[in-house]
Structure formats: structure tokens, C-alpha cells
């Protein structure tokens, strides 16, 4: 299994910024952020295939959250700017080894290795 440690997380007043950061072990076939909030169910934030960088995200943080990746590094990021109250969550790291269709790729259930998480609160 992959090892993951998540950081970077905090509190910012709405339409702030913040980066979260993930070191880990190895690379595998694809990484991704998830995010629960509370009472909710986690739900898939963004996702990159480290063979070529392709990236995914939800309807939900397109043109506001950017996922990328430093191979020299180990080192997965989530920038995440014009931040709203309801980005609220704990957010997680996830890794498969294994290959998966784009449109799986946010799906929890694909995911065998996470973080412990990271707390992001915005406030209004």
C-alpha cells in the first residue's frame, strides 16, 4: 500500500486561497483528493494519472481548484483559490495502482490507499 500524509490545510475567510499537499511513498497509475463534509459522504474533488498528467475534476471546483503533481518530489498537490463556505471538509489523498477509466476516477470505492486527511474551513 501506498503511504500518504496530507498537509496545508486550515482556516481562510471566503474567497481566499489555500494549497494542500500530500507526500508519498511511490507513484502509482493514478492520485486523487477527496473531501467530506460533515453528515456528508465523501466525494471525489479531483484526480491526476501520473502517466501523462491528465487531470479530472468535479462540476463542483472547475476553474477554482488545480491538482498537480511534483515527480522529483513525491509530492501531490490541490491549490485551491475563490474558496466558498461550502468547500468546508476534511480533504483526503488517495492512490490506485491499478488502471481505471476517467470516468471512475472520482468514484471513492476505486481508491485502496488514503491519508489520514487534512481539515480546510472557510468561513463567510
Known amino acids: 500500500q501506498v503511504q500518504l500524509q496530507e498537509s496545508g490545510g486550515g482556516s481562510v475567510q471566503s474567497g481566499g486561497s489555500l494549497r494542500l499537499s500530500c507526500a508519498h511513498s511511490?507513484?502509482?497509475?493514478?492520485m486523487a483528493w477527496f473531501r467530506q463534509a460533515p453528515g456528508k459522504e465523501r466525494e471525489g474533488v479531483a484526480a491526476?494519472?501520473?502517466?501523462?498528467?491528465?487531470?479530472i475534476y468535479a462540476d463542483s471546483v472547475k476553474g477554482r481548484f488545480t491538482i498537480s503533481r511534483d515527480r522529483a518530489k513525491n509530492a501531490l498537490y490541490l491549490q485551491m483559490n475563490s474558496l466558498e463556505p461550502e468547500d468546508t471538509a476534511i480533504y483526503y489523498c488517495a492512490a490506485r495502482a491499478s488502471e481505471i477509466a476517467q470516468w471512475q476516477a472520482l468514484e471513492r470505492s476505486r481508491y485502496s490507499s488514503w491519508g489520514q486527511g487534512t481539515q480546510v474551513t472557510v468561513s463567510s
Open positions: 511511490q507513484y502509482t497509475y493514478i
Open positions: 491526476i494519472y501520473d502517466m501523462d498528467g491528465h487531470t
